[in-house]
């Protein structure tokens, strides 16, 4: 499925029954997530996100996923927060410290954008 690229209204309603068989997999609650970013309902998409990072709180992609919905909301200081998370959980993850740079730069904080970034590399 490409980023752009939405559930059809019967895969939509598979998902959901999914998520009513079994409410604790974070998966299908993932990919409604998606969908509704994708589809512009972005507070249902954060609704979703979180309830993923309920389930699975150690999930890296997840926070990825909540932090650039953030920065869509204009939240961007609470996605540096988010993307912060991340790092903390994985530190060694270099996807974790470049979504850091990415949610400093959103939130125009370049000297702490480049802190990140060194740290990536």
Do not use: F
């Not at 994708?38 to 150690?58: F, H, K, V």
């Amino acid at each position: 499925m490409s980023r752009k690229q939405l559930l059809s209204e019967a895969e939509e309603a598979q998902v959901r029954l999914a998520i009513d068989r079994n409410p604790r997999a974070p998966l299908p609650r993932a990919r409604l997530a998606l969908h509704c970013w994708r589809s512009g309902d972005l507070a249902a998409a954060l609704e979703w996100r979180d309830s993923c990072l309920e389930i699975d709180p150690n999930h890296v992609d997840y926070y990825r996923i909540r932090a650039n919905i953030q920065v869509d909301l204009h939240q961007s200081a609470r996605a540096v927060e988010t993307a912060q998370r991340a790092i903390a959980i994985l530190p060694e993850s270099v996807m974790a410290y470049l979504l850091a740079t990415r949610m400093l730069l959103a939130d125009l904080h370049p000297a702490r954008a480049q802190h990140m970034l060194d740290k990536a590399l």
